[in-house]
């Protein structure tokens, strides 16, 4: 009961014209963004952030905009799957394998609605878990102490790369350079200078914004240039939409089993959208007729979409009751809220209640927003993919930079931006993920703390770390996850790549 009267309170913040002007806004944006090949869910986050600080929003304002940019991303990841056989991001490929085809058979407009409506289901299932779970986890998450914190960071780290990473050693080493950068500034404890190199503008560390959309958005763009990208994407021309009741019934019951796998993939550390898309095919192949899957079957495109709606919600879950990303988009938001003084764990929840119920509410209302947005008016979102990126990427570009220059007003700071656009860009051609680097510079400072208050009050006794049941299972589960992504990674990276080939040598 006391759940339901605080979602309650949530839906009088959500549903105020304020509220939902944020999450249509975000809805549209985080569609067309999504639609984008390659930009994604976490780019879309990253280049909107500087805008909602520059607009100086309120903290529930700015959260739901960006929350309604990442389910609207989501959404729109497969659109360029469906009539391009292009994946807008790696969660959508799976969406490929029958969209593409359902396309080809002149059902573009009925594999598009769909893929919306199985989005919907799905987000709106993990929505509920997360109503669910988010408080029970929270409570459990106030036995932590410092030692308990410090190994959940390193069970953070430990499982980012997930099952479907492609090199856990670059992993690790991504996550060590973030924390590498979490160290400069000026030590709280001792007040000693670390890496500034007496630049004023390192005193304080380095901003996480700037980072995050210098590590995003500016190495997408000098990918773009390396590239020559300059011809618009030609689609599959789009049908007169034919769906009909039997055909929404048909694909229900895939649609609720991939939401809620998706859900329990975004939830477990490491396992992502991707798992989340993988496992939704996987199983409703399995169960199914396989006749048609690969073919253009629509619970091949229902299936996966549920899925990593679910999961992209489900990582939401991490993110709010420990203050541990589930997923790259939330490790983003992560960085939002702490650049706002609010703390993602389990005091959010008795700290900043309206803030948490309030989101969470609104989306509730933004899969609804998505859903209405995404059938009637999923031809204007198309005509997004035939503009030439040579016209596209300065507009971005210039979003990005307005938006870190309006914060602070410093030209340093644009240098930065830069500076981390190019190292972002190296460790992309690399082949070295960025997700960690962002992680490591978030939760650096918050795991140092951990640690050195863990050591003062056993007075440097390092046995601390390994003194409780809770930390010991941490601490399990962090090796296995270091692990077992060694041994299964392959597996099922190479049942998806498989998947995909059989199809297309069909």
Same mark, same amino acid.
């Given at each position: ?41 976490? +780019? ?46 790696? =969660? ?53 102490? =410092? ?122 550390? #490491? ?68 650049? /706002? +003084? ?10 900043? %209640?309206?803030?948490?119920?309030? &989101? ?13 947005? +995404? ?6 979102? &198309? ?27 410093? %030209? ?30 978030? /939760? #650096? ?44 990674? %392959? ?16």
């Amino acid at each position: 009961m006391e759940t339901m009267s605080l979602l309650m309170n949530g839906f009088a913040v959500a549903l105020t014209p304020e509220s939902i002007m944020f999450a249509v806004i975000g809805a549209i944006l985080g569609t067309l963004i999504g639609a984008l090949p390659g930009l994604g869910p976490a +780019n879309g986050v990253a280049i909107l952030i500087p805008l909602a600080f520059s607009l100086g929003l309120s903290p529930t304002s700015s959260l739901i905009l960006l929350t309604s940019v990442y389910a609207g991303a989501m959404y729109g990841g497969r659109i360029s799957s469906i009539l391009l056989n292009i994946p807008g991001d790696e =969660p959508a490929m799976m969406t490929c394998l029958d969209g593409y085809p359902m396309a080809l058979k002149g059902k573009a407009a009925e594999a598009l609605a769909i893929s919306a409506i199985a989005s919907f289901i799905g987000s709106f299932i993990a929505t509920i878990g997360l109503v669910i779970l988010a408080p029970i986890l929270s409570k459990f998450a106030l036995k932590f102490g =410092p030692s308990e914190y410090f190994a959940l960071f390193v069970l953070a780290f430990a499982t980012l790369g997930g099952v479907t990473g492609k090199n856990q050693v670059k992993t690790v080493m991504a996550a060590a350079i973030g924390l590498m950068i979490s160290t400069v500034g000026i030590d709280i404890s001792t007040g000693v200078q670390r890496y500034t190199f007496n630049m004023l503008e390192l005193f304080e560390g380095v901003d996480f914004i700037i980072a995050i959309v210098g590590l995003f958005a500016i190495s997408e763009l000098f990918f773009f240039l390396e590239r020559h990208a300059g011809d618009g994407l030609k689609q599959v021309a789009i049908n007169k939409l034919k769906l009909t009741a039997r055909d929404i019934l048909n694909v229900l019951p895939t649609s609720i089993r991939g939401g809620i796998l998706g859900f329990i993939a975004g939830v477990l550390p #490491g396992a992502g959208a991707s798992l989340g898309s993988f496992i939704s095919y996987s199983l409703e192949k399995k169960i199914s007729d396989k006749g048609e899957f690969g073919k253009g079957d629509p619970r091949g495109v229902a299936a996966p979409e549920s899925g990593n709606n679910g999961a992209a919600s489900g990582a939401l879950v991490p993110m709010l009751t420990l203050g541990v990303p589930g997923s790259g988009t939330t490790a983003v938001l992560l960085a939002m809220l702490i650049s /706002l +003084n609010i703390s993602p764990g389990p005091m959010l929840f008795t700290q900043n %209640p309206d803030l948490v119920w309030g &989101v969470i509410a609104a989306m509730f209302v933004g899969n609804f927003v998505l859903l209405l947005l +995404n059938i009637p008016m999923v031809g204007i979102f &198309v005509k997004l993919l035939s503009v030439p990126p040579k016209y596209l990427m300065p507009v971005v570009t210039l979003i990005a930079s307005v938006g870190i220059y309006s914060v602070s007003h410093s %030209p340093t700071d644009l240098y930065f931006m830069v500076a981390f656009g190019v190292l972002g860009y190296i460790l992309r051609k690399v082949d070295i993920p960025l997700v960690p680097v962002i992680l490591g510079l978030l /939760l #650096g400072p918050e795991m140092e703390k951990s640690l050195r208050h863990a050591l003062v009050l056993s007075d440097g006794d390092w046995s601390v770390l390994f003194n409780s049941g809770l930390s010991i299972g941490l601490w399990t589960v962090a090796i296995l996850g270091l692990v077992l992504p060694l041994i299964v990674g %392959p597996i099922v990276r190479s049942k998806m790549r498989k998947s995909k080939d059989s199809v297309q040598d069909d």
